[in-house]
């Protein structure tokens, strides 16, 4: 018979000190403590052992002894530490404990703590189960949590992530008007006023995508009402050009902008996933209105 691990030595352990009956001399919150302890103990022998699903079982079993004995900081301490385990093997039981997690934290009123473990369901969710709906849910779950704790910058780039993923499930309305509130947001500071013209490039993509030249056009002024500096960056000027060949349905003008625009600045994944549906979606007879 092969000798027990040092992992499930503490399991048992653990196992029978919580399933124990109470003494005299002892009361159910010193049992559930120790058998807390005895949990983490075995939790983290589980990760020696590279048995990161099992750690991450314990880790729990071990919230649950804390949350016995009201100890709410080491309830959600102990989720986070299974959610970290069973992201190694599980993104659903990482999702799962990073939830248990939240309910204490927002409890507690640590909203930007909780915002910081909704923003890893997020990334989960789109970087393991490619779920984008419950992925921009949960950005923007963190960026409103964010934003009530004045953390400005991290709310913006979580408000973004989410009009990333409006615009990728072709949400055209949603992701324009995320990127114009995050947009809005940063304006004022000498900080973050450089990116500005990012978010109007993507919001006046999402207008194109839709294929509404009018709104793309409209939007276009407004955003130069707002920035008068914004009028002649390679930005504002590609999304004219944009516009243009999209209106008189000129798809050789279309693909020279792009492919010049690229030249100069590197278009990433998002961008020319949108150009490829606004290009498949320029008019083949220029419109008479």
Same mark, same amino acid.
């Given at each position: ?19 124990? %009956? ?163 947001? %940063?304006?004022? %500071? ?33 955003? %130069? ?65």
């Amino acid at each position: 018979m092969a000798p027990k691990s040092p992992a499930q030595g503490f399991l048992e352990k653990a196992d029978k000190k919580a399933n124990s %009956s109470t003494g005299w001399f002892s009361s159910a919150s010193t049992k559930f403590e120790e058998a807390g302890d005895l949990y983490q103990q075995a939790a983290n022998a589980f990760k020696i052992d590279k048995l990161f699903k099992e750690a991450g079982d314990a880790h729990a079993r071990e919230a649950e002894c804390r949350e016995k004995c009201q100890e709410s900081n080491e309830a959600a301490q102990a989720w986070w530490n299974a959610a970290k385990a069973y992201k190694r093997v599980s993104p659903d039981l990482a999702i799962q404990a990073l939830s248990q997690t939240i309910t204490h934290l927002t409890q507690a009123g640590r909203f930007r703590q909780a915002a910081d473990r909704e923003k890893e369901i997020a990334q989960i969710y789109m970087q393991e189960l490619n779920d984008l709906r419950k992925a921009c849910e949960s950005y923007e779950r963190a960026a409103e949590w964010y934003s009530q704790e004045d953390a400005t910058a991290t709310a913006n780039a979580c408000y973004k992530d989410a009009a990333d993923l409006h615009a990728e499930l072709e949400e055209y309305p949603q992701a324009i008007a995320r990127y114009e509130q995050v947009a809005d947001g %940063s304006l004022n %500071s000498a900080l973050t006023k450089y990116s500005v013209k990012e978010y109007w490039l993507r919001s006046s993509l999402c207008a194109l995508a839709m294929g509404d030249a009018v709104t793309a056009k409209r939007n276009l002024q407004k955003y %130069s009402a707002l920035d008068t500096t914004f009028s002649s960056t390679r930005e504002a000027k590609f999304i004219t050009v944009l516009t243009d060949a999209f209106e008189a349905g000129d798809m050789e003008s279309f693909t020279a902008a792009v492919y010049e625009y690229d030249q100069v600045t590197k278009l990433d994944n998002w961008k020319t996933a949108i150009l490829l549906k606004i290009k498949r979606a320029i008019p083949e007879e220029p419109s008479l209105t």
